[in-house]
């Protein structure tokens, strides 16, 4: 290039080509489906009974209470913030709803509302405390979630509560021509999730929120409105799931949802929802809810010895959440 | 270029090569961002980088500082090809980039985001406090940001600079600034040419990244030109090059600037009033604004103009104040941007990064959003509407992107500026207040929204530009309101908009 001309090259029309590598990023966006798919592989070798018809209606009862806990999950989640007392909410509820029949005689579908509301309740004052006054949702629920143990357990006095009302058990009891019927609560709760998600204004403002708060908030959106509106709305899944959980064991116990906590993270996070906010989709909850439980029923069924059953799974669950990871890494 | 540079005589100590890439290539999942870039710097000069937005300015430069892997090819320092590429190494080697978007650590002080990294040790590799903090004083002086004030509560142009302070006291041998001036009053921008021509005295390279042909022209000696992703052209002696000849190069075309035919609306009836705002400082007694006006405002950071603007937005609360609408009777301000959208009052911030948009969603969701509301049957989103307004928005204001449905995040700094005014001029505004619209949009595409903006005037909507760019001014507005202090000091309409008296604002 000589001291004082331009040079000036001619250029072709803008530099798109190529779509991206799609096999690798197929099977890196459908990790979760694939992992699925090779583990119910894996475990109907080990044991044939993992393909019957049985163990399959008992794989959608297991995974609808579960799915119930994380799609409630997802919603703080999808808004960048927590909510560690959902389980615990999901326990609590289950009691306080149970023992409204049982204990108040109430006729069984008031006893289940005022379970549900209860769990609705504490969901909506949980946002209240996040949005106006502010507190830290990951400590302000961890303190909920203490309570709420904390109020199972006085509530019940350490008693198992059984003798619940046949309506009561109904939902969780009933089979047509075999099939259980509760698992229909949850691709009904899938659906309205999916349809809320993608279809509704407030779906869309969930993700701009979960996104970028402060430019959600100059783009016209009410942020505070919105986070409310998602715990509420986790919260009333929770009191759902609590109904089902006590219709479906026919009992309630001091320590009612706690074991479904880490399960209840899991599942969103393997599903692709972001701790971060503003990413995840139904679908993808759907398919670490199946993939967790299918480790579950799994291990229980080609009879790993109880000790090994805790380990194991949680190297699975290590091995969804490393491959996510690698995805995120590569295709954002 | 890859052939050695010619010698220049009066730039002995320029001769060397210090930076250097050839056959550098960068690909984005499908989208070639560079291909075949050979470009080379010389020791002790400032090197022009000009290009259209998405031209892969950002994208070379982050690859030249190690922030980004190429696809292909190599990078030579002081002639030696390097190996492994990485930010830690090449601050290590004395190469600084200063990026578009500022790079902030919102909890730290200021004094800790200008340390980043580069922060005094003590033995056992303790930070040294005390000289931390006295040498972040001794940086700060005179730029009026406070040593210890929280990073994230700093405006966008304190932000910006402390980003550059950091790679102009860090010593480095080439300092990389990638559209410093974006967001720098006229002060501001004469302190840091000072600057850099002083460190270039000393022998510091620079590669200065702009928009503004005229700056390019004042303070460096090469430029360069990406075009597409390819080096388009270049020159290793900018004082024989005119503006157009630079707007020529980049574009590939002529450049016609856009001259706004201005009005005169003495006539006429208000189409806004405004009076007794008020809202810390600010102090605005009684402002009308006419049917198809575009009105100026400027004045020094901290002046009131952006706030007047955050006020009738809902974003700042004010104390008093009342807005009228022709059609319509005397409103308080509204509390919230979801009711000035609803009133009909729009506003694009300045600071796209932390207030404009959602960068993992898509373009077309992105120009939706604010609109969203308006066009939704009860709760449900009208997803056919929305997808036609993006698409509209999409195309008139020329986003470059394999197509509307790619994540923001993906895109130029200047394209994500232009997503961000689709979506407020999707919601279709009587008053549309726009802060630094055409910030970081090349020079093309800056023609391209004023005349967007001109247009929408001319069907009776209201404009208020907020802006430092004088030339901005003096070719697209009817009025001009010079703030200070919080009160409007000055008015200046018709020939009185001149670059000499904005050019002057203190
Ligand atoms: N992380 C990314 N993923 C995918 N594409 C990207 C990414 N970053 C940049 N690009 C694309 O690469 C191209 C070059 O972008 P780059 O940011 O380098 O442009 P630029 O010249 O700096 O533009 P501007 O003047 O607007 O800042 C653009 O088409 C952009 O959309
Ligand atoms: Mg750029």
Not at chain 1, 114 to 125: E, K, V
Not at chain 1, 126 to 135: E, P
Not at chain 1, 206 to 225: E, P, T
Not at chain 1, 290 to 317: D, E, N, R
Request: net charge neutral; aromatic share 6%.
């Amino acid at each position: 290039m000589s001291d004082t001309t331009m040079t000036a090259t001619t250029t072709k029309p803008p530099a798109t080509s190529t779509r991206r590598s799609s096999m690798t990023g197929w099977v890196l966006h459908n990790v979760v489906w694939i992992w699925l798919i090779a583990l119910v592989v894996i475990f109907g070798l080990f044991n044939q009974y993992f393909f019957t018809l049985f163990n399959l209606q008992n794989i959608m009862v297991q995974a609808t209470v579960l799915g119930m806990i994380a799609l409630a999950m997802s919603l703080p989640l999808l808004v960048a913030e927590i909510d560690l007392s959902i389980p615990a909410n999901v326990g609590f509820s289950s009691a306080l709803g149970a023992m409204a029949n049982t204990d108040l005689g109430l006729p069984f579908a008031l006893a289940a509302l005022i379970g549900i509301g209860a769990a609705t309740l504490i969901g909506f004052f949980n946002a209240i405390c996040i949005t106006k006054l502010k507190m830290v949702s990951l400590i302000q629920t961890l303190s909920m979630m203490i309570i709420l143990q904390g109020a199972l357990l006085a509530l019940t006095q350490g008693r198992t509560i059984t003798s619940l009302s046949p309506g009561y058990v109904w939902i969780g009891q009933t089979t047509l021509s075999g099939w259980p019927l509760m698992p229909i609560v949850f691709v009904l709760a899938i659906l309205g999730m999916y349809v809320l998600l993608r279809h509704t204004v407030l779906g869309r403002s969930i993700f701009a929120v979960g996104g970028n708060q402060v430019a959600s908030n100059s783009a016209g959106i009410r942020v505070d409105r919105v986070k409310i509106l998602s715990y509420t709305i986790a919260g009333f899944l929770a009191g759902v799931a609590g109904y089902l959980l006590a219709s479906w064991q026919m009992a309630i116990t001091s320590n009612q949802g706690s074991s479904y906590l880490l399960y209840a993270i899991a599942a969103p996070i393997i599903g692709g929802v972001s701790v971060f906010g503003g990413r995840g989709s139904v679908i993808g909850v759907l398919g670490g809810v199946l993939l967790l439980t299918v480790i579950q029923v799994g291990l229980a069924i080609i009879s790993v010895p109880s000790f090994y059953v805790g380990m194991i799974g949680g190297i699975m669950i290590f091995i969804a959440v490393a491959i996510d990871a690698v995805r995120v890494r590569y295709f954002g | 270029m890859t052939t050695a540079p010619t010698f220049r005589l009066e730039a002995s100590p320029a001769a060397r090569t210090v930076l250097r890439v050839e056959n550098l290539g960068k690909i984005y999942g499908g989208l070639v961002a560079l291909r075949d870039v050979d470009l080379s710097v010389r020791a002790g000069t400032i090197h022009g980088l000009l290009g259209e937005n998405g031209a892969g300015k950002s994208t070379l430069v982050g690859i030249m500082s190690g922030q980004r892997k190429p696809t292909s090819g190599t990078i030579y320092l002081d002639e030696k090809p390097l190996a492994h590429v990485d930010v830690q190494a090449m601050e290590k080697a004395g190469v600084f980039l200063v990026t578009q978007e500022p790079m902030i650590i919102d909890h730290l002080s200021a004094a800790e985001n200008l340390m980043l990294g580069i922060w005094p040790k003590r033995r056992f590799g303790f930070v040294n406090w005390r000289k931390l903090r006295q040498d972040a004083e001794r940086m700060l002086k005179g730029t009026g940001i406070a040593a210890d004030a929280r990073a994230g509560a700093l405006d966008a142009v304190a932000r910006r600079k402390i980003n550059i302070l950091r790679a102009m006291f860090s010593g480095g041998k080439v300092i990389i600034l990638d559209e410093p001036t974006a967001a720098l009053t006229v002060d501001d921008r004469a302190q840091l040419f000072d600057f850099m021509r002083r460190l270039k005295s000393e022998g510091v390279t620079f590669i200065f990244i702009s928009h503004f042909n005229d700056e390019i022209l004042e303070i460096c000696d090469a430029v360069s030109v990406l075009r597409d992703g390819r080096y388009a052209g270049g020159s290793e002696d900018v004082g024989s090059l005119t503006s157009e000849d630079l707007s020529e190069l980049v574009l590939g075309r002529g450049l016609v600037l856009f001259e706004r035919e201005k009005r005169q609306f003495s006539a006429g009836a208000p189409a806004v009033i405004l009076k007794d705002i008020r809202s810390g400082t600010l102090d605005v007694p009684s402002l009308a604004i006419r049917a198809g006006e575009i009105v100026g405002v400027t004045g020094l950071p901290g002046g009131g103009g952006k706030e007047l603007a955050r006020a009738l937005f809902g974003l700042q609360r004010a104390s008093s104040g009342t807005i009228t609408f022709v059609d319509g009777e005397a409103r308080t301000l509204p509390a919230h941007p979801a009711e000035a959208f609803a009133d009909g009052i729009a506003y694009l911030s300045d600071d796209r990064r932390k207030d404009g948009s959602i960068s993992q969603m898509s373009i077309a969701e992105n120009i939706s959003l604010s609109a969203e509301v308006a066009l939704a049957r009860g709760a449900f989103m009208n997803a056919e509407q929305e997808r036609a307004l993006s698409q509209r928005y999409f195309q008139s204001l020329g986003i470059k992107a394999p197509n509307s449905e790619v994540a923001v995040d993906t895109l130029s700094g200047g394209n994500q500026q232009k997503v961000c005014l689709g979506r407020v001029l999707a919601t279709k505004p009587k008053l549309l207040m726009l802060d630094e619209p055409t910030r970081g949009i090349d020079v093309g595409v800056k023609q391209d929204v004023l005349r967007i903006v001109d247009e929408l005037s001319r069907t009776g909507v209201s404009v208020i530009i907020i802006s430092t760019d004088t030339d901005e001014l003096v070719r697209a507005v009817d009025r001009v309101l010079i703030f200070h202090n919080g009160r409007i000091r000055e008015e200046l309409a018709g020939e009185a908009i001149s670059r000499s008296r904005l050019r002057n604002l203190g």
